[in-house]
C-alpha cells in the first residue's frame, strides 16, 4: 500500500511544489471531490484510471475460523472499482 505521505512527497516533486503543505491540499481536494461525487451521483469516474462506485453487497454466510460456526453478514453498500482496461492492462503487464 502506497501510504498518503509518499504520494503527497511524488506529487511535490512531478509538480515541483515547494511545500509539503501544498501537495497535502491538493490531495486533500481531490479526495473531498471523489467523495461529493459519490455522495452526490452514486459513481465518479477517474480519467485513466477507471470507475469507482457506489452498489450493494449482498447477504452473505461465513464461516467463523476456529469456531463450528456460521454468521450472516447482512447486506450493505459498498465500494466497487471497474478499473480502465487500459490500466488494467498496464498493471497486469508489470508482473
Sequence with gaps: M???KIIIKELQKKLKLKSYKESEIIINAINEIYEEGLKKEGSIKIANL???QI???KEREIKVP????KIKI???KGLFFKANKTFEKN???QG
Design 91 to 93: 498493471i497486469n503487464s
Design 74 to 76: 447482512p447486506k450493505r
Design 2 to 4: 502506497i501510504r498518503k
Design 66 to 69: 476456529g469456531l463450528d460456526k
Design 50 to 52: 477507471g470507475i469507482i
Design 55 to 57: 452498489g450493494i453487497k
